[in-house]
C-alpha cells in the first residue's frame, strides 16, 4: 500500500514539474499587435515582425500596438501611413535600429523610445516626402547625467550611460513634435553628421514645428 501511494504521489510531483515550462509557453504574451486600423489588429509577434509585415509589398498594415516593453534590432522604412501606438511601454533601439518615415504619414504616440547601445544612427527619420507626427513620447538617447548641476542645463555634465554619434530626430520632410512630446538624454561623441547638436537636425527643404 505504501509503495502504491508512494508511486502516486511521485507521478503528481513528475506532472507537477512539468507545469511551468507549460504556463510560460502558453503565457507568453507578443511584443506587439498589427492590423489595418486600431479596431482590427489581426497579427501578434514581434515588434520586427510587426514592421516587416507592414513593408511587405501589398501591405495594408496601418496600425501598430505595442503589448510590452521590447526592443527593436531591424531599421524599418515606412512607405505607407502608418501608427506606431507604444501604449506607454519603452521600446528599445539595439543594432543602430532608426524608423524612417520615407513616404506617407507616420503616427508615433504613447511611450518611449530609447538608444539600448551606443550607435551610429539616427533614431526616428522624416524622409523627404513624408510627414511625421510625434505626441505624448520620449525620446531618450540613453545618457545618465551626474554630477555637480549645470545652472543652464539643470542637470549634471558627467555621462555614465550611452554616448552616441547622432541626433534623436533628423528632418528633412515634415516633422510636428505635439503636446507630450520629451527628446532628452542624448550626448553625442563629436558633431553629428549634417549638423550639430543632440536632440534635432532639420535639413535642407525639411520642416520642423
Known sequence: ?????LSIVLSIVMLISLLP??????????EAKWGTSAGNLTNEGTIDEAFA????????????????NATMITSPKTNNDMTLDLQ?????????????ASQGTLNLRNGTIKRAEADSEYMVIAGADSILYIENV????????????????GRGTTNS??????????????????EG?????????SAPTNGSGGAVTVFYGGSLT
Open 1 to 5: 500500500m505504501k509503495k502504491r501511494i
Open 161 to 178: 550611460g550611452i554616448t552616441a554619434h547622432n541626433v534623436l530626430l533628423y528632418v528633412r520632410g515634415t516633422a510636428t513634435l505635439n
Open 21 to 30: 515550462t507549460t504556463a510560460l509557453a502558453s503565457g507568453d504574451s507578443p
Open 181 to 189: 512630446t520629451v527628446l532628452q538624454n542624448n550626448q553625442v561623441s
Open 53 to 68: 509585415a507592414a513593408n511587405a509589398d501589398g501591405s495594408t498594415v496601418g496600425y501598430i500596438q505595442l503589448q510590452k
Open 88 to 100: 506607454d511601454y519603452v521600446l528599445s533601439f539595439s543594432n543602430n535600429a532608426t524608423i524612417t
Open 138 to 153: 520620449t525620446l531618450d538617447g540613453g545618457a545618465v547625467w551626474s554630477g555637480d548641476e549645470d545652472s543652464v542645463l
